[in-house]
């Protein structure tokens, strides 16, 4: 079993910064893509980032510029550096990555989630 474990949300005023981190333990061969999601009260779960092993990386829109992703392939974690932040950033913000098993078999992980609230 792989778990994925999550820090840095809180609070934080409008232009602020916050720094996530994520780390997976566990068993496993390696971890291809590792990203982080969202979602907002009341709306739909919305990918934020996504980062490859090899350093690939995908942005939504509404990020792209403010926030940066960032992993460590060594300590098996990921990381979200969000800078600029605004009050439509409120959310919960899941940690997920991609496993590959010893035997080859894929499987497609969660983190428990984290809070993270930017007040004006």
């Known amino acids: 079993q792989v778990q994925l474990v999550e820090s840095g949300g809180g609070l934080v005023q409008a232009g602020g910064s916050l720094r996530l981190s994520c780390a997976a333990s566990g068993s496993f061969f390696e971890i291809n893509n590792m990203g982080w999601y969202r979602q907002a009260p009341g709306k739909q779960r919305e990918l934020v980032a996504t980062i490859t092993r090899v350093g690939s990386i995908t942005y939504s829109v509404s990020v792209k510029g403010r926030f940066t992703i960032s992993r460590d392939n060594v300590k098996n974690s990921v990381y979200l550096q969000m800078n600029s932040l605004k009050d439509e950033d409120t959310a919960v913000y899941y940690c997920?990555?991609?496993?590959?098993?010893?035997?080859?078999?894929?499987?497609?992980?969660w983190g428990q989630g984290t809070q993270v609230t930017v007040s004006s």
């Open positions: 997920n990555a991609d496993v590959l098993s010893y035997s080859g078999l894929r499987k497609n992980y």
